[in-house]
């Protein structure tokens, strides 16, 4: 993934914990990169390290980190340094679910090597609606819970999201996503 991910989900635990739990981290992963470089490409198994990693040291289960860091990306990383595509994305929670499909495809022309996830909308109501995500990674469905609801946040809008327990094989989900009215 490009090095921008590995340096939010720095960002987020030196925020949190400080500098000195993240090289505890850096360390058990086995990761000698100290600097991570934005727009440049790294094999997913540094983030995938990390986060296990970060996992063990703050002695949280690897899916409510994600989970966490799904909400602090869209929140932190995504809307203070992209705005215009946060804010080209939609008006209200529901418009920038139905506009994902979209937002990937414009991201993935600016940035060639990233594999950005297939996401559909099904089942559109008022209040709900059904979202299908396809990627190329595996296990990262609590991020994309944490993901919509950092949108939930930055809309304020309530929203809840429910993993759809079926099996649908690795790397791919579908959530019910819902809101007041
Ligand atoms: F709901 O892969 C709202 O590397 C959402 O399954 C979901 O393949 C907002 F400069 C700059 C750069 C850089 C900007 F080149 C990325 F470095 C991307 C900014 C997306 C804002 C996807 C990141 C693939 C890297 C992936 C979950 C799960 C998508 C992460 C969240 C807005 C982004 O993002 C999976 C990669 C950006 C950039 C946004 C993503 C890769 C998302 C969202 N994805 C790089």
Redesign the pocket.
Known sequence: ?????NKALQNMVVEAHGEQIWEQIRTRAGVDIEVFI??E?YPDEITYQLAGAASEVLKAPVEDLLRAFGSY??LK??RQ??SE??TA?GRTLREFLLN?PN??TR?GL??P?????EFSCSEVAENSLRLH?R???DG?TP??VG??EG?GLMFETPVVVTPVPEAHGP?RDEFLVSWPG
Do not use: E
């Not at 993934?1 to 991910?5: A, C, I, R, S, W």
């Open positions: 993934m490009y090095g921008m991910v934005s727009n490409g990306w869209v990383t995504a340094g992209y595509l946060m994305g994902l937002l990937h991201i600016m940035f090597q990233l594999r950005p996830p995500y990627s190329t990674r990262l991020f994309v993901l919509v949108l790397g």
